[in-house]
């Protein structure tokens, strides 16, 4: 399917589908939804000293970039795994274009930014001296056969149900389920009840909070030990 470039609300660029009309993030404002969704109420959330992160799916790199934008400006010392999973890799010429490191003014931000994209994928890459990447190239539904360390955050970012409601159901969640460790975070731009329900439904702890701008609600969920309590939201 053939991809365009739109500029989002705050002047940072996103790729659009009009075969699907869906884009890869918020008109609003792609930049501010990746930091409100996963920096804000995702990396914000946890205070482990070594972080594994499970991102569904990588797409242009911006969720990426935002969280290496966080690790640098916070505590560099602390560990970061980043595993995410793309089916339909960019081109180098949407990367180009995109432009996203003029957002950001951390060091060597365009060779980070480059280096995300190059490197090669179904490896471990190491990023930066505490930031290590690992991308996958396949369905999101392979994810059972992917061997990963138990999972603190989950970046969920999938499409939207609209288009593609096959990633918003039991089957694909209790596979996110069964790479977490108890506790750890999924958080995504989603608020949809049968999103929540399925959720809870897995023995998350499913709460509604604000969502970034042009959106009213999102979800942040906690997986709970086997018997605990779900709190009603």
Not at 200 to 212: Q, R, T
Request: net charge negative; glycine share 6%; hydrophobic share 35%.
């Amino acid at each position: 399917m053939k991809r365009e470039i739109k500029t989002t609300e705050d002047g940072s660029k996103t790729l659009f589908i009009n075969e699907l009309n869906e884009g890869y993030h918020s008109h609003h404002g792609a930049l501010q939804e990746a930091e409100h969704v996963f920096i804000k109420n995702g990396i914000n959330n946890i205070n482990n000293y070594e972080i594994n992160i499970l991102e569904l799916g990588f797409g242009t790199g911006l969720n990426t970039l935002v969280t290496i934008n966080h690790h640098l400006n916070n505590d560099k010392n602390h560990k970061i795994n980043y595993f995410t999973i793309e089916k339909y890799p960019v081109t180098s010429d949407e990367i180009a274009e995109l432009s996203y490191v003029k957002h950001f003014n951390f060091e060597n931000s365009e060779e980070i930014y480059q280096k995300i994209h190059s490197v090669s994928w179904n490896e471990t890459h190491q990023i930066l001296p505490n930031f290590s990447l690992t991308k996958f190239e396949c369905d999101f539904f392979n994810l059972e056969n992917l061997e990963l360390p138990p999972i603190d955050l989950v970046y969920y970012d999938c499409f939207g149900a609209r288009v593609q409601p096959d990633l918003w159901e039991m089957p694909l969640f209790e596979m996110v389920k069964n790479k977490m460790r108890v506790g750890g975070l999924l958080t995504t731009y989603s608020s949809k009840g049968s999103v929540r329900r399925i959720l809870k439904e897995l023995n998350f702890d499913v709460k509604k909070i604000e969502g970034p701008k042009g959106k009213r609600e999102m979800i942040n969920a906690v997986l709970l030990e086997a018997g605990s309590q779900k709190l009603e939201d």
